[in-house]
Structure formats: structure tokens, C-alpha cells
């Protein structure tokens, strides 16, 4: 991401700046989704603060809109807010959560479970029985459906699942 926002602006910095001068009651809106949010982020940093900063025309407001955007930069200062940036975040969007730490740590945690030899079969089971499924009638939901194993069965397997995945974790 480094590298498409270092080639954006050599690319369109010396026309930006020209337009921006030119356009005087306008700002300069950059939008990002996605991968494209974490490269619009290090444009604003760059633009903000940055040597990039100095090439802008005086007073020329610059504004960010991100729509999940990966974490892309990191401050030395505690509490660093760049009030030129304005991100939108989906909790369940895993994308934006994730770092190399995070990839990681979920490959360990597979590979923890896999070491324990429960079939693929058993897991799945497993799984239903703590998710369940959507239960539909007629188009109208009637609850969620649970499938039940025996309850020693299934407590002792989940403390093995539990177990090796904390182990990953600390």
C-alpha cells in the first residue's frame, strides 16, 4: 500500500495542486474501500503531514472517507487523531482487523486443532451444537435448532479445543 500511494502522487501531485490552486473554494476529497481505504489513509498522512504537505496550495482542506480499511500506519505519539480521517467500520468485516499477528495466530490455532485428531465429521457437529441453525417455516423463523451430543462428550472435546487454542494465544 506503501507503494501505490508513493506512485499515486507521483503521478497526480504536480495536476492536484495545479486544479486545487485554480478551485480555491474547493476541497479535496479522497475515498477508499477496503485495500484502496488504507492506501487513501497513507495519501491523507502524506498530504496532512507530510513533505507533501508544503507542495499544497495554503489553506486547502483535505478530507478522508474510509470504508474498512486494514491498519496501515502507527503513530509515536499516544493518542494520535488525524481529524482528516473519517473511517467506517463493519465489526463482522475481518479485513479490517487484520495484521500479520492476527493471520498468524488463527494459522496456529487450525494447526493446534487439527493436531487433536477429531474427524472433520465430529467437528462440524460439534460446531452445530454451539451455532445451531436457523429453523424456517412458511418464510417465518421459528428459532434456531440445536444438535445435541452428550453433554460429557461434548465438554470434554470443546476443554481440548479450548485448551489448544489458548496455548497459541499466550
Known sequence: MAVACDNILAKVMDTMVERLAELKDYKLVII???LGAGVA????LKLTDGEEKAK???DTEVLCITFGAPPVYISDQ???INHNIISVYNHSDGLSSLSL????KLFLQIRAINRLGISRKRTFKLLRTELGESVEQDGSKLGVRRFVSSSA???KEWTDITTAVQAVTE
Open 41 to 44: 489513509q497513507l495519501i491523507t
Open 32 to 34: 477508499g474501500y477496503s
Open 153 to 155: 462428550e461434548k465438554e
Open 101 to 104: 499477528h492476527t493471520v498468524t
Open 78 to 80: 499516544p493518542g494520535y
Open 56 to 58: 499544497m496550495p495554503a
